[in-house]
């Protein structure tokens, strides 16, 4: 069993930034894939950024050269830093953990954009 907790959604104005964090407990293991989702009410989940061990993050068209994915394997965490934020960036952010063991979700915080 994995555990995803996450922290530092809010309401931004456009432009402004904000940073997600993802602390995740029970067995971690190395060879995982952690990543962001959005989701607005009524459509789809979307992959935001993700990144396997430690290697180059994967990032959704919408997001590159704004948010920056990282990853703390020592601390089991997983961080999205979210620059020059658009209203159209507003959702649910979700993290997931995957591995051959099983695929986890967090309990998901929101994010506004709006001014």
């Known amino acids: 069993q994995v555990q995803l907790v996450e922290s530092g959604g809010g309401l931004v104005q456009p432009g402004g930034s904000l940073r997600l964090s993802c602390a995740a407990s029970?067995?971690?293991?190395?060879?995982?894939?952690m990543g962001w989702y959005r989701q607005v009410l009524g459509k789809q989940r979307e992959l935001v950024a993700d990144?396997?061990?430690?290697?180059?993050?994967n990032y959704a068209d919408s997001v590159k050269g704004r948010f920056t994915l990282s990853r703390d394997s020592a601390k089991n965490a997983l961080y999205l830093q979210m620059n020059n934020l658009k209203p159209e960036d507003t959702a649910v952010y979700y993290c997931?953990?995957?591995?051959?063991?099983?695929?986890?979700w967090g309990q998901g915080t929101q994010v506004t954009v709006s001014s």
């Open positions: 997931n953990y995957r591995s051959p063991a099983g695929d986890y």
């Open positions: 029970g067995s971690i293991f190395s060879a995982s894939v």
């Open positions: 990144i396997f061990r430690w290697s180059t993050p």
